[in-house]
C-alpha cells in the first residue's frame, strides 16, 4: 500500500467515524440539532432525524474500502447541502439545543472546516486525481 492510499484509508476511516458519531447525536439528541433547522423546510425533527439517518450511511461508506469512493462524493454532497442550515445558524445568530452558540469567528472557522470537509470528500472519492488525469491526456 502507497502512502496515498494508506493517507486516504485513514482519513476515510476517521470521516466515517466522526459521521457516525455525529448521525447517531441526530438520534439521541434530536433536540440539539433542532434550533438551526430553517424554518422554510418545515418539521426540524424530521429533517434531523433524515439527515442523521444519511451521515450514519455515509459514515459506514466511508469505512469500507469497497463504498469509499462513492461514499466520498455522497459526503461531498452532504457536507454542501448541509451548510444551508450552518449559514442560517450565523445570518440569525441561533443557539443550539443547548443555549450554545459560535461567535463570528466561531462561524467562519466552522465553513473553513466545511469547505475543508468538502475537499476532503472529493479527494477520498479520487475527483482530483481522475481530474487531473482528464486535463493530462
Known sequence: MDLRTALRAISST???GFFLYVGIMHFTDTAWFEPIVPPILGSARFWVLASG???VAVGI????PKTRKRAGYASAVLLTLLY???LYMWIYDVELGDGASLSPTGHVIRLILQIGGILLSLWIAEFFDEYVGSINQ
Request: aromatic share 8%; no cysteine; proline share 8%.
Open 61 to 64: 461508506g466511508l469505512i469500507f
Open 53 to 55: 439517518v444519511v451521515e
Open 14 to 16: 476517521a470521516g466515517g
Open 84 to 86: 444551508p442550515a450552518n
